[in-house]
C-alpha cells in the first residue's frame, strides 16, 4: 500500500509544481526524505538486500580485515573498506543500506533537480522505473553510477582530467565503472542528426555480426542473451520478446532522440546516444546488462525535457492530449512485465521481490517472498548443474 500511497503523493506534485517554485522546492526535499526513508528503513526487500543482509553478519569489521580477505573476495577494493567501515559501527545492516539510501536518493534528486525542466515528472519516471532496481537491488553498483551522476558537470566543461579521477574512483567500487572511462570521447565532438542516425545504424549492424559469428562459431561463450540466442533458434516466444526489446530499448530512445533533436542540447542528445548504444549491447550480450544503468537517469532527464520543450508551456487542447498520451506511451513500453515474468520452471513475479513492503519495525518475511527466492536458487542450482 506505501507504494501507491507515494505514487498518488508524486502524482499530485507533478500537477501542482510544473518547476520548482519555493514552495516546490519544500516539497521536492520532502520527497527526497520520504523515497530515502522507504529505501533505508526497509526489511529484505529485494533479492539482493536479501543476500547483502546474509552476507553482512559474516562480513569483517575494520579490525578484523586483512590482506588475504581483499585477495579472495570478488568485490572490489573500496566497497569492501565501506562495508566494513559499516560492520564497524555497528552489526547491524540497516546501518548500511540507510546510508547507501541517503546517497543514491541524494545523487539522483541533485542531478534530476539541476538538468531537468520538469524535476517532479523526472522523478516519477525514476520511481515507477528504476527506484527498486537502484534502492535495493544493485547495492554495489548504485555506488558508481550516483558517482557518475555527480560528476556529469566534468563531462559539460570538459574537464576530462577530473572526470577521469572520479571515474577511476567509481571502478574501485564496482568493476561494471570501466564503461566510464570511455564516455568522455562521445563529448568531445557535436554531432548532426545523421551521424547520430549513422551511429546507431552501423553500431547494431556490426552487434548482430559479432553475435551470429559467435553462435555459429563459438557457441561454448557464455555472453549471448539468452532471448538472442532463442531468436537464432527460431523460438517464436523468444523472437516475439526480442522484436518487443528493439522497441523498447532501441527505437523507442531513437525517436526521442529524433523527435526531440531541435528540443534537446549537446549533453542531452548524448547521453541518448549512450543509452541506445549500451542497450544494443544488452540486447546482444549478456555482460553488459548492466551498462544501461548509468545512463538511465539521463534517458529519463532527457525524456522530460524534450517533451516539456516543444509541448511543454502552451497549455491548448492539442498539447493537454499528447503530453500524458506520450506519458502513458512511455510508461507502458518500459513497465510493461516489468514487475511481473515467468521464467523456466517457475512462476517468477518480480512485484514479490518488493511487494508487501516490510520495514525495520516489522521484521517478517511474507511467504509468497520466500517461495519466490527459493525458486529463483533452485532454478540457478538446476542450470549449473
Not at 531468436?231 to 526480442?242: I, V
Not at 555482460?287 to 544501461?292: A, K, N
Request: a positive charge.
Amino acid at each position: 500500500m506505501i507504494y501507491f500511497i507515494v505514487l498518488i503523493i508524486i502524482l499530485f506534485l507533478v500537477k501542482r509544481f510544473p518547476s520548482l517554485t519555493p514552495k516546490g522546492k519544500v516539497a521536492y526535499k520532502f520527497l527526497f526524505f520520504l523515497l530515502t526513508i522507504m529505501a533505508g528503513l526497509r526489511y529484505n526487500v529485494g533479492n539482493d538486500t536479501i543476500y547483502y543482509t546474509q552476507e553482512y553478519n559474516h562480513f569483517p569489521n575494520l579490525f578484523e580485515l586483512d590482506l588475504q580477505y581483499f585477495e579472495e573476495s570478488n568485490y572490489q577494493i573500496l566497497w569492501i573498506l565501506f562495508e566494513s567501515a559499516m560492520k564497524t559501527i555497528s552489526p547491524s545492516f540497516y546501518l548500511l543500506q540507510f546510508v547507501l539510501a541517503g546517497f543514491v536518493n541524494f545523487a539522483v534528486f541533485k542531478t534530476v533537480a539541476k538538468y531537468s525542466s520538469q524535476p517532479f515528472l523526472t522523478i516519477m519516471f525514476y520511481y515507477l522505473i528504476f527506484y527498486v532496481n537502484l534502492n535495493m537491488e544493485i547495492l554495489r553498483e548504485s555506488i558508481p553510477i550516483c558517482l557518475f551522476l555527480l560528476g556529469i558537470g566534468f563531462l559539460e566543461r570538459k574537464e576530462f582530467l577530473k572526470y577521469f579521477l572520479l571515474a577511476g574512483f567509481a571502478f574501485l567500487f564496482h568493476e561494471s565503472a570501466i564503461l566510464l572511462f570511455v564516455v568522455p570521447f562521445f563529448f568531445r565532438e557535436s554531432f548532426n542528426k545523421v551521424t547520430y542516425a549513422i551511429i546507431i545504424v552501423l553500431f547494431y549492424i556490426f552487434s548482430e555480426a559479432v553475435t551470429t559469428f559467435i553462435i555459429q562459431n563459438l557457441p561454448y561463450l557464455d555472453v549471448i542473451s539468452e532471448a538472442k540466442l532463442n531468436y537464432f533458434q527460431n523460438s517464436k516466444d523468444s523472437e516475439n520478446l526480442a522484436i518487443f526489446n528493439i522497441i523498447k530499448y532501441v527505437a523507442t530512445p531513437s525517436a526521442i532522440l529524433f523527435f526531440f533533436h531541435r528540443q534537446l542540447n549537446e549533453i542531452e542528445k548524448k547521453f541518448l546516444l549512450l543509452y541506445i548504444l549500451a542497450s544494443i549491447l544488452f540486447l546482444h550480450f549478456n555482460i553488459f546488462y548492466r551498462v544501461r544503468d548509468y545512463f538511465l537517469i539521463m534517458f529519463f532527464i532527457s525524456f522530460t525535457n524534450g517533451l516539456m520543450k516543444r509541448f511543454g508551456p502552451r497549455t491548448n487542447t492539442i498539447n493537454d492530449l499528447i503530453k500524458p498520451g506520450l506519458v502513458i506511451i512511455f510508461l507502458f513500453l518500459f513497465l510493461f512485465r516489468f514487475y511481473y515474468q515467468d521464467l523456466p520452471g517457475i512462476k517468477y513475479q518480480s512485484y514479490l521481490n518488493y511487494y508487501p513492503y516490510n520495514s525495520i519495525f516489522n521484521e517478517t518475511l511474507p511467504p509468497e517472498r520466500l517461495q519466490n527466492i527459493r525458486g529463483i536458487y533452485n532454478t540457478m542450482q538446476d542450470l549449473r548443474n
